[in-house]
């Protein structure tokens, strides 16, 4: 089974965290959620759920990892700007696991310069900030570009749930 890391910050949409999460876990692959801090309580902006995260992104490599799941929601803003999140996004993609971003998860690989030619979808007042990135933006419940998958809203869950839960 496939151990995926969950990158995580306060402010996350709610159920793009949760639909996901339980998705991997129900299919029998391990999830961990990784935020800026060790055991720290993270909270939806819709306050229906929140989680304690496992590890801080300093003790973590991209290594350990299958996988990478984004959700959205204002938690990817509150990632983009730590070298560590970047760094663990770079190396994860260097070695070509999938990375799976919903919404405004796809800021993250921006702030990391990931998107030059590539293809893919998000929450559509980003396309301009994709675009101006280098890549082609798609308005579509999911676009599989090699190994992202990215998705608009919580209404393209179920999509995105499936793709993941393919290439795991």
């Keep these: 089974m496939s151990k995926v890391a969950f990158l995580l910050a306060n402010d996350f949409e709610d159920s793009e965290m949760k639909v996901p999460y339980e998705g991997v876990l129900q299919a029998g692959h391990q999830a961990e959620i990784i935020g ?3 055991n720290e309580t993270l909270l939806g902006k819709k306050g229906s759920v929140s989680y304690t995260s496992d590890k801080a992104i300093s003790e ?3 290594a350990e990892y299958d996988a990478i799941v984004i959700p959205g929601g204002s938690s990817p803003e ?3 700007l730590d070298p560590d999140i970047l760094q663990f996004v770079k190396d994860a993609d260097r070695a070509g696991k999938p990375i799976a971003a919903i919404c405004h998860g796809p800021q993250i690989l921006i702030s990391a310069e990931l998107l030059q030619g590539r293809t893919l ?3 559509p007042p980003l396309k301009d900030d994709l675009i101006n990135a280098g890549a082609e933006f798609k308005d579509e419940e999911v ?3 090699g190994n992202y998958i990215t998705s608009r809203t919580p209404k393209d869950e179920p999509a995105f749930v499936r793709e ?3 290439v795991l």
Aim: cysteine-free; hydrophobic content about 45%; charged content about 30%.
């Design 60 to 62: 973590v490599t991209a």
């Design 121 to 123: 979808t998000s929450y």
């Design 36 to 38: 800026l801090k060790k």
């Design 78 to 80: 509150n990632l983009r």
């Design 143 to 145: 676009v599989v570009d």
């Design 164 to 166: 993941l839960l393919k």
